[in-house]
């Protein structure tokens, strides 16, 4: 009988335990549509990666493979992809967080998501260089169910001696105000380019002297190229601005080996 009795105490204290490891180690939620085992995670190494779901549809392309690996190592050629293809994942998993879909509940899928609509996220890049860099540059369209869809940018720029990823400030010789000189010739220079549509408070509001507003560079060939996303220096429907800066004009300021 005591036998028994001990034997059914364990039963139900495996029982207990069972319901307790449950309670704290739930099964992961994967979003509506969407396989448990699908993730934007660890993006694959041979692109391009493409997603799809009841509520979002996504297409990234990103190098795989730079010619940095031949001009300075491998080791350097490495980095690069993995920074890139770092910065792709990331966009796509903020993209999916701030979409919420994993708790979009059957109403809010009848408001968002009629007719078949889903929302979208396309990443595509183009490849520009000069003698002692190169660049990537990435567009980034975004569509979320709004009036219309969103277009930002995203550069890198590698120097091609060393493999180092350059940001502004690399370009520039010390103690140099070169935030100052690249507003100065955004505003003097934007008007022509916008053409008769070229709005001076637009512009002078995105073209601060400010690191962020001159966060998209890249040099091609003989120019400095500023990239300017619709509604940053011009209504939304100029669409994206590039800005060409001729190097020479800048040769007071630049570091020697550049552009």
Request: aromatic share 12%.
């Amino acid at each position: 009988m005591k036998r028994e009795l001990i034997a059914g105490i364990i039963v139900v204290l495996i029982l207990i335990l069972g319901v307790w490891y449950v309670v704290l180690h739930p099964a992961p939620a994967a979003a509506p549509g969407q396989s448990a085992t699908s993730t934007a995670q660890g993006l694959p190494a041979q692109g391009p990666y493409a997603e799809s779901t009841d509520y979002y549809a996504i297409a990234a392309n990103y190098p795989t493979s730079t010619p940095l690996r031949t001009e300075v190592s491998a080791s350097a050629d490495d980095a690069a992809i993995a920074l890139m293809r770092g910065w792709a994942a990331d966009t796509i998993a903020q993209f999916k967080a701030d979409g919420e879909y994993a708790s979009v509940t059957p109403q809010d899928a009848q408001i968002r998501f009629t007719n078949g609509r889903k929302d979208s996220l396309q990443i595509n890049y183009l490849i520009g260089s000069s003698e002692h860099t190169l660049s990537y540059i990435f567009t980034i369209n975004a569509d979320t169910g709004g009036a219309h869809g969103n277009t930002y940018f995203k550069t890198f720029v590698f120097d091609r001696t060393n493999g180092n990823n350059l940001v502004l400030g690399d370009l520039f010789q010390p103690r140099t105000d070169y935030l100052t000189t690249l507003s100065s010739m955004s505003r003097a220079k934007l008007p022509d380019v916008i053409g008769q549509y070229a709005d001076p408070t637009f512009i002078k509001d995105g073209t601060e002297p400010k690191e962020e507003d001159f966060a998209n560079f890249f040099f091609d060939g003989a120019n400095f190229a500023l990239l300017f996303p619709p509604y940053q220096v011009a209504s939304y429907a100029q669409g994206p601005i590039t800005l060409r800066i001729p190097a020479i004009q800048l040769k007071s300021i630049l570091k020697a080996q550049y552009p």
